[in-house]
């Protein structure tokens, strides 16, 4: 099993028994890797993104243990430590570990972002927010174009909440008949009746 999956699966045991967490964090992971794939990054970077989208909110239980909370300082502030030590468990690289805990520490602050590795993992974070938290269209909206900075995280972001609408004219069946009838008779096409 690649190391990877092997942190995914550590990341289910940390989670046990919160199957919300476990599915943000997975659905958090899916977009990282769309995006990142199809803004193509390298792949180390590629799999620094894995490797953070998995662990981003792993500051959750020892912020809530500590005080009582997990608001997003919080998380940053609690979260780095964990992800290093999970990751140095795991055998991940130093220099991967040290980004992906700058990165479990940062994910909530969206000003100043660094590196296509950060803009995704927080464009990824928001697109499963958006979904889990019920933000209207009209806030959806404003923080996708304040924030998202990504082709890609911004097309699926567009398509998952804010799709233009598909307009049919009032002859769409008539229009289509007739473009089947000339594309019938460019090719010489004779069908019998």
């Known amino acids: 099993m690649s190391r990877l999956n092997n942190l995914c699966s550590m990341m289910i ?20 890797k769309l995006i990142g794939e199809e ?30 909370r997990c ?10 430590a964990e992800a290093e030590k ?6 991940f690289d130093q220099d991967v570990i040290d980004r992906v805990s700058y990165l479990v520490g ?3 602050t969206y000003t100043g972002i660094e590196g296509m590795d950060y803009q995704i993992l927080v464009e990824a974070d ?3 927010n958006y979904f889990e938290d019920h933000l209207e269209t009209e806030s959806i909206k ?3 174009k304040k924030i998202f900075k990504t082709e890609t995280g911004i097309r699926i972001a ?10 049919m004219s009032d002859t769409w069946a008539q229009d289509g008949l007739q473009e089947l009838d000339d594309f019938i008779e460019s090719q010489r096409i004779y069908i019998r009746q």
């Open 126 to 128: 928001f697109l499963v």
């Open 13 to 32: 045991e940390f989670y046990r028994d919160d199957p919300a967490r476990i599915q943000h964090f997975i659905k958090v992971h899916s977009f990282a």
């Open 142 to 144: 404003k923080s996708v």
């Open 39 to 68: 803004e193509h990054l390298d792949e180390k970077l590629l799999y620094i993104l894995e490797a953070a989208a998995y662990v981003h909110d792993i500051g959750i239980r020892p912020a809530e243990a500590k005080f009582g």
């Open 86 to 91: 999970m990751l140095k468990n795991l055998g």
């Open 71 to 80: 608001d997003g300082k919080l998380q940053e502030q609690e979260g780095p």
């Open 158 to 167: 567009t398509e998952m909440f804010f799709p233009e609408e598909f307009q």
């Open 106 to 108: 940062h994910h909530h």
